[in-house]
């Protein structure tokens, strides 16, 4: 089955810094990758999402790269804000016409933003 | 919008008792997935029913049992807990004529004691 892993496992950054996580997937038949932001007693809540036929997606502060080759991809997060201290989930699935399969999740990585 | 909706949040059993956790997902979703959350630990998956159907199975314990019923929701029933048990479990729902993305609900925190 697939395996997700995911560094590190904790960073602080400063307020105003960017923040990177890495993540590697051992399937190659996976083809859809979330990340979820969970804040602390909150179900996880996605907040970007890259599928394989595309190498980087950004959304304002948040961007996703994609190495299908290597097997890896990262979140980065610019200009970060104490908001966006919490732990944070990649994920790795199968999409198909059929639906998803389900999310193998990394171990997480609890981002603390230093004011 | 609305949400994915969980209950209980919270449910405290004892050793050896039964636990039903309820979860409603958001409308015109037609795939239902559960996963276990033990503490500082990623989400597990459990089960998924999509369409009513048990659509795939991971590491879910004997004990436990789930099904998605004729207005979607789904229950996930655990039987003779262990303090093991302990943990958050998560719904998600997704559609899968609209990128199929899971969105979570807030969770069950179950306490085994």
């Known amino acids: 089955g697939e395996n997700v892993e995911q560094h590190p496992s904790t960073l602080s950054v400063q307020e105003g810094d960017s923040a990177v996580i890495k993540c590697t997937y051992s399937d190659s038949a996976s083809n859809y990758f979330p990340w979820y932001k969970q804040e602390l007693g909150k179900g996880p809540q996605l907040i970007i999402d890259i599928r394989s036929n595309v190498g980087e997606k950004k959304d304002q502060r948040i961007a996703v790269t994609l190495n299908k080759t290597a097997k890896h991809f990262s979140l980065h997060i610019t200009e970060t804000q104490p908001e966006d201290s919490a732990v944070y989930f990649c994920a790795a699935s199968i999409f198909s016409n059929f639906g998803n399969e389900k999310l193998t999740f990394g171990t997480g990585t609890r981002l603390t933003i230093i004011p | 919008a609305a949400g994915v909706i969980q209950s209980p949040r919270h449910l405290i059993k004892e050793k050896r008792e039964t636990a039903t956790l309820k979860c409603y997902p958001i409308?015109?979703?037609?795939?239902v997935y559960w996963y276990q959350q033990g503490p500082g630990q990623d989400p597990q998956f459990l089960i998924s029913f999509y369409e009513k159907m048990q659509s795939d199975k991971g590491s879910i314990p004997d004990r436990f049992s789930a099904q998605q019923f004729s207005d979607y929701h789904s229950e996930l029933n655990m039987s003779s807990l262990e303090l093991g048990d302990s943990a958050l479990y998560f719904c998600a729902s997704s559609n899968t004529q609209a990128r199929n993305i899971q969105y979570f609900g807030a969770g069950t925190r179950l306490s085994v004691l």
């Open positions: 409308p015109r979703h037609d795939t």
